[in-house]
């Protein structure tokens, strides 16, 4: 067990709806990241916060957002659910800002499908 | 951007041999290289990291090279136990702040 904690662990919606999926990070860390990972793709960096603010940027989509509250906990929020947005959706954390000096600690993933 | 290959993409080999995997990168301003290991039903696992200011970096029975000029790093498993099987990715991080994966290497240690 990683620490980190995402709700829910299966999620099953249909075209053009949105979702949110949901991140607790470890205590005490500060950075939050999010992947995505599918058949076609592979895994793939979406996104990053430290304390609350966006620290880095990957391969997101624009109808894809996230935010970092207070509490530290993370949300990724998908709309305009296409087919193609079917996967597993990771949330790691970490402790500093930058990841070459720390550790990350995945979650045990979302599924997602889109159906 | 960055483009990080990743090869084999299966590995099996029998129990107690060595398991090597191998990673190119191209973006010569990438400077950390994490390897994570993935069992089923699991998030990834780091299992060593290299920065590019080293050539080697060994934990036990698992190590890593970097060779800088040639963009490439790789894995190395010796005296493989059937609880190495997995999927393993490399991933490239530049100073961008962005992560690159390979695509996975299954492995299937054969006892």
């Known amino acids: 067990d990683s620490g980190v904690t995402q709700t829910p662990k299966h999620l099953i919606t249909a075209t053009g709806q949105r979702v949110t999926l949901r991140c607790s990070p470890r205590s005490g860390d500060l950075s939050v990241y999010w992947y995505q990972q599918s058949l076609d793709q592979g895994l793939q960096f979406l996104i990053q916060?430290?304390?609350?603010?966006?620290?880095a940027k990957g391969n997101i989509l624009e109808r894809f957002s996230a935010q970092q509250f207070p509490d530290l906990h993370s949300e990724l929020n998908l709309s305009s659910l296409e087919l193609g947005d079917s996967a597993l959706y990771f949330c790691?954390?970490?402790?500093?800002?930058?990841?070459?000096?720390?550790?990350?600690?995945f979650g045990p993933g979302t599924r997602l499908t889109v159906l | 951007g960055e483009n990080v290959e990743q090869h084999p993409s299966t590995l099996s080999v029998q129990e107690g041999d060595s398991a090597v995997i191998k990673c190119t990168y191209s973006d010569s301003a990438s400077n950390y290289f994490p390897w994570y290991k993935q069992e089923l039903g699991k998030g990834p696992q780091l299992i060593i990291d290299i920065r590019s200011n080293v050539g080697e970096k060994k934990d036990q029975r698992i190590a890593v090279t970097l060779n800088k000029t040639a963009k490439h790093f790789s894995l190395h498993i010796t005296e493989t136990q059937p609880e190495d099987s997995a999927v393993y990715f490399c991933a490239a991080y530049n100073t961008g702040n962005q992560f690159y994966f390979g695509t996975g290497t299954s492995l299937t240690v054969i006892p």
């Open positions: 916060y430290y304390n609350g603010e966006e620290r």
């Open positions: 790691a954390s970490s402790r500093r800002q930058n990841p070459h000096t720390d550790t990350q600690y």
